[in-house]
T-cell receptor, first 111, second 115 residues
Framework: RKEVEQDPGPFNVPEGATVAFNCTYSNSASQSFFWYRQDCRKEPKLLMSVYSSGNEDGRFTAQLNRASQYISLLIRDSKLSDSATYLCVVNPADSSYKLIFGSGTRLLVRP | SAVISQKPSRDICQRGTSLTIQCQVDSQVTMMFWYRQQPGQSLTLIAT?????????ESGFVIDKFPISRPNLTFSTLTVSNMSPEDSSIYLCSVEGGATNEKLFFGSGTQLSVL
């Protein structure tokens, strides 16, 4: 079983749609969780951290479910510029730097 | 967040040659990390580079193939040695950031193609 698993997609949605991605992780002791965004042929960039209480940043909402060991990202009112690959990232409890990256979920927002 | 300059941004190399990738950070950092992202795959940590000591390599990566230098707190290099087509990947350097250094910030990456 992979340490971090994501549906690779692609998710193909129209502008304005709401789309949600899920991610599961295997290490129940994991402490920190993130969503990164990676545009084609570019480096990953931090989109948002995921807190136990959930967090929202504009059109983006991240949730953490420790009991089920999954993380979600919700994007409301999708824009064309949201088209990218979204990487679920987990920090195992025993390391401050060795982040584990999911293979990403690709989102295509069409006009 | 730190500003990370990585070069070259891309290169096409012949089998058997070596390529050195440079990473410059605009602030002093304790650790720098080198990742590989193979086509269609996620990021895999190659090694961690600390100034003044040898790099720490992850399982499946060895110093002879990926020698790393870390001469000071703002600079590191990764060399991909004796390249083969299987080494074609994006190579990324990164540094920690955030309030408790729990986040990673990446250089723009080096897209390597080996013929």
């Amino acid at each position: 079983r992979k340490e971090v698993e994501q549906d690779p997609g692609p998710f193909n949605v129209p502008e304005g749609a709401t789309v949600a991605f899920n991610c599961t992780y295997s290490n129940s002791a994991s402490q920190s969780f993130f969503w990164y965004r990676q545009d084609c042929r570019k480096e990953p960039k931090l989109l948002m951290s995921v807190y136990s209480s959930g967090n929202e940043d504009g059109r983006f909402t991240a949730q953490l479910n420790r009991a089920s060991q999954y993380i979600s990202l919700l994007i409301r009112d999708s824009k064309l510029s949201d088209s990218a690959t979204y990487l679920c990232v987990v920090n195992p409890a025993d390391s401050s730097y060795k982040l584990i990256f999911g293979s990403g979920t690709r989102l295509l927002v069409r006009p | 967040s730190a500003v990370i300059s990585q070069k070259p941004s891309r290169d096409i190399c012949q089998r058997g040659t070596s390529l050195t990738i440079q990473c410059q950070v605009d602030s002093q950092v304790t650790m720098m990390f080198w990742y590989r992202q193979q086509p269609g795959q996620s990021l895999t940590l190659i090694a961690t580079a600390n100034q003044g000591s040898e790099a720490t390599y992850e399982s499946g990566f060895v110093i002879d193939k990926f020698p790393i230098s870390r001469p000071n707190l703002t600079f590191s290099t990764l060399t991909v040695s004796n390249m083969s087509p299987e080494d074609s990947s994006i190579y990324l350097c990164s540094v920690e950031g955030g309030a408790t250094n729990e986040k990673l910030f990446f250089g723009s990456g080096t897209q390597l193609s080996v013929l």
